[in-house]
Antibody, heavy 113, light 112 residues
Framework: QIQLVQSGPELKKPGESLKISCKAS????????MQWVKQAPGKGLQYMGW????????TYADDFKERFVFSLETSASTAYLQINNLKNEDTATYFC??????WGQGVMVTVSS | DVVMTQTPVSLSVAIGQPASISCKSS???????????LNWLLQRPGQSPKRLIY???KLDSGIPDRFSGSGSETDFTLKISRVEADDLGVYYC?????????FGAGTKLELK
């Protein structure tokens, strides 16, 4: 069955960087784009953008064009979200999803000095 | 960006009673390919979102037919014919017609 398994929780300081992984299984990785979604504590869902798993081309929503990087390791069926120069407002759970029908379990990221 | 306005913000419903959630978009969700990319998702407490309905009215696999979706252009509705305990959580509409995809703010379904 299709599964997206994400990496574990992260505790970081402002200014640091992190890289979250999303490992896919149960389907051909390049058949579906990978979406990324942010959910701040107690808040709703915010779309971050997507990456074309065939070409590796990322497309970012406006709020995520500056410090956010989507990437792939196709041989490992894994997508990555890197966040650079972390800010307090990056504290959130980050989800990967294919076509919004399959979701990872989410990665809780806490940014605090 | 397309704004998705969901109402109500919260809903208290007794088991066995119907429930209805509205989602209105700031522009038509009819894509140039003729399809309308409107989805409904449920996020149960402490869980990832789960898609219930796609293309306005198509039920995802395993979703009971107590759930139904309807609407067109800018006006959409999710209906639950008879609420069950497992239905509690936050419901979101999501449009995928225009980039960036946008979510409604959510409707919290509580049991009365």
């Amino acid at each position: 069955q299709i599964q997206l398994v994400q990496s574990g929780p992260e505790l970081k300081k402002p200014g640091e960087s992190l890289k979250i992984s999303c490992k896919a299984s149960g389907y051909t990785f390049t058949d579906y784009a990978m979406q990324w979604v942010k959910q701040a504590p107690g808040k709703g869902l915010q779309y971050m953008g997507w990456i074309n798993t065939q070409t590796g081309k990322p497309t970012y929503a406006d709020d995520f064009k500056e410090r956010f990087v989507f990437s792939l390791e196709t041989s490992a069926s894994t997508a990555y979200l890197q966040i650079n120069n972390l800010k307090n407002e990056d504290t959130a759970t980050y989800f990967c999803a294919t076509g919004f029908d399959y979701w990872g379990q989410g990665v809780m990221v806490t940014v605090s000095s | 960006d397309v704004v998705m306005t969901q109402t109500p913000v919260s809903l208290s419903v007794a088991i066995g009673q119907p429930a209805s959630i509205s989602c209105k978009s700031s522009q038509s969700l009819v894509h140039s390919d003729g399809k309308t990319y409107l989805n409904w998702l449920l996020q149960r407490p402490g869980q990832s979102p789960k898609r219930l309905i796609y293309l306005v009215s198509k039920l995802d696999s395993g979703i009971p037919d107590r759930f139904s979706g309807s609407g067109s252009e800018t006006d959409f509705t999710l209906k639950i014919s008879r609420v069950e305990a497992d239905d509690l959580g936050v419901y979101y509409c999501l449009q995928g017609t225009h980039f960036p995809n946008t979510f409604g703010a959510g409707t919290k379904l509580e049991l009365k």
